[in-house]
Structure formats: C-alpha cells, structure tokens
C-alpha cells in the first residue's frame, strides 16, 4: 500500500511564499511521476505541477514563474515552492503518485493540505 502525507499549507498574506512537502511510503517503482494539484470551493480538482523520476517537469500555466516543482527520489518526496501566491491560489492542495505498469496506470491521492492566500 502507497501512503502519500503532505504537509507545509497554511496561510500566507498575497505576495508571499510558502513551501509544500510530500512524502511517498510503501511499494514504489519506476516509472512513476508525482504532483501536486489543488481544488478550490466550488471548482474541479486542477493540475498545478508534476515531475517525473527522470526530473521531466510539467507545469499549470497559470502557476509557471512562480511555482517549482522538485523532488528527492532518495526520500520519495515532492517539494513544491510557491513564491508570489495569489488569493486565486487559495485551495486544497493534493499530492500525486502516478506509477506505470504496462499500459495501466495506478494513482494515488495525498489527504490533501489548505493553502489559504489573504489579499
């Protein structure tokens, strides 16, 4: 079983930062890729970014320029630094673990962390 824990949400003022963590537990293989993405009130669960274990980024284009996506494959962690946060990025954050196996892919949700961006 693949457990995902985020943490590093909060609440940060427009202009600010904050840095997200995730860390992945149990049977992970390669290939995989692992990601953050967020869900406002009211809206879809949307893309904010991805990297694959070979480093390969992928980025929502309205957080390109201000967010960054890392990760430690020796940990099984995903960072995600957002700097110049916005009120519109105030939602529910959710890590991703996406791992291939032939033509199926198997994802895995995080619990989710609030980030909350005041104007």
């Known amino acids: 079983q693949v457990q995902l824990v985020e943490s590093g949400g909060g609440l940060v003022q427009a202009g600010g930062s904050l840095r997200l963590s995730c860390v992945a537990s149990?049977?992970?293989?390669?290939?995989?890729?692992m990601g953050w993405y967020r869900q406002a009130p009211g809206k879809q669960r949307e893309l904010v970014a991805t990297i694959t274990n070979g480093d390969n980024t992928n980025y929502a284009d309205s957080v390109k320029g201000r967010f960054t996506i890392s990760r430690d494959n020796a940990k099984n962690t995903v960072y995600l630094q957002m700097n110049s946060l916005k009120p519109d990025d105030t939602a529910i954050y959710y890590c991703a673990l996406d791992q291939w196996v032939g033509r199926s892919t198997m994802k895995k949700w995080g619990q989710g962390t609030q980030v909350t961006v005041s104007s």
């Open positions: 149990g049977s992970i293989f390669s290939p995989n890729a």
